[in-house]
């Protein structure tokens, strides 16, 4: 008997994301899914071409309750809000969320299953029902350089980020273009002068980007053309929540103790999806670079050993690359100047897969 899973937030991009992998791996015919609505209850379903009941009212408590599973791509407000309500009716379903607002919880396991199974594994069998998805940059960090944790050779990471646009959200990818549309018509007139200099166009830009015209509501200044080093809102010892992450999710999700320090600084970048991170390791010793490869490419089904020539690593080692795929690239592999120990290399996944649908996708099929 098919199990009832009801899914929240399908139509945002997480969701929308996760609902195209579910038909692509064809997990539809293996479960009565109960799609939910905050606000149009009672709307048709989803095209799946299978029969499917209207949309629920995602904020019934009874509907949710009469599932054996919820997976929420809604976001942290609604997650916080009716996780307690269906708790406190006596729901013991699996909750598979999206959000961060259940990760840090003591009850609650943070899932990532090609670097934590036998995490997952234990929390489970010691009764575990809550499921969240990691941060995107931590996710794929892992995913490109779990298998040195595995080996215990790291000491500390140290993690530049450069996130795309649409990690912020729908709304920052619309208008990230809208600015790009704003820079190139501001533009055009000096870029068709044969006599203008590279600087008048440069300054024709830096012009406009400083404008009042410029489209700065969703995202809050220019990212065309620009950048933003500051995501999220700061915590203590001068970081940013979105680096606070990185430390502690992805020591809760390696099941560490002690803790490996890992740190960073967290920059948006004008790419509209993938994440990119600049990795600098210190290992707790002078391991061979062909030995620290081969764990690397054993890291992960997915992991990637880009070659570190140029040709392989602008081919291979991009957002434009890898967007809309599951590989997990990493290159630019080289030992630092600092000594030995010190590793240095570049990863990129798509955010949106790996760092994002892809583990609530494959929690889901575990728990089935």
């Not at 606070?244 to 920059?267: A, F, Q, R, S, T």
């Amino acid at each position: 008997m098919n199990k009832r899973v009801a899914i929240v937030g399908w139509r945002g991009m997480v969701g929308s994301v996760l609902v195209d992998r579910m038909r692509e791996e064809q997990l539809f015919s293996h479960i009565d899914p109960v799609f939910c609505s905050t606000s149009q209850a009672g709307a048709p379903a989803p095209d799946l071409g299978i029969d499917l009941p209207p949309l629920a009212d995602a904020y019934d408590v009874s509907t949710l309750c009469d599932t054996d599973i919820v997976v929420s791509c809604q976001g942290g407000d609604y997650s916080t809000r009716m996780h307690e309500e269906v708790r406190k009716a006596g729901y013991r379903g699996a909750w598979i969320d999206a959000a961060s607002a259940l990760r840090m919880r003591n009850d609650s396991v943070i899932v990532l299953d090609p670097v934590n199974q036998p995490v997952m594994d234990r929390a489970r069998a010691a009764g575990v029902v809550d499921y969240i998805g990691g941060n995107c940059t931590v996710s794929l960090l892992l995913m490109a350089i779990g298998g040195l944790f595995r080996q215990q050779w790291v000491e500390w990471v140290s993690t530049m980020t450069y996130q795309a646009a649409s990690g912020a959200g729908a709304r920052q990818m619309r208008e990230l273009i809208a600015q790009m549309d704003h820079l190139s018509a501001a533009c055009r007139a000096t870029l068709k002068d044969p006599g203008a200099s590279a600087l008048d166009l440069e300054r024709t830009l830096s012009a406009a980007l400083r404008g009042e015209a410029m489209p700065t509501e969703a995202l809050g200044h220019p990212l065309a053309a620009s950048l933003l080093p500051w995501i999220d809102r700061g915590v203590e010892h001068g970081a940013t929540r979105e680096e606070w992450k990185g430390h502690v999710e992805c020591n809760k999700i390696l099941g560490n103790d002690p803790e490996i320090p890992v740190d960073g600084i967290c920059v948006r970048v004008g790419s509209m999806r993938c994440h990119a991170q600049a990795v600098t390791i210190k290992l707790r010793q002078d391991v061979p670079l062909d030995e620290i490869e081969h764990v690397l490419h054993e890291s992960t089904p997915w992991t990637r050993i880009v070659p570190n020539t140029r040709e392989a690593t602008l081919e291979k080692l991009t957002p434009a690359a890898v967007s809309g795929t599951l590989d997990i690239p990493v290159g630019r592999i080289h030992k630092l100047r600092m000594g030995p120990e010190y590793l240095g290399l570049f990863t990129v996944g798509d955010q949106l897969l790996w760092g994002a649908a892809e583990p609530l996708l494959r929690t889901l099929q575990w728990l089935l």
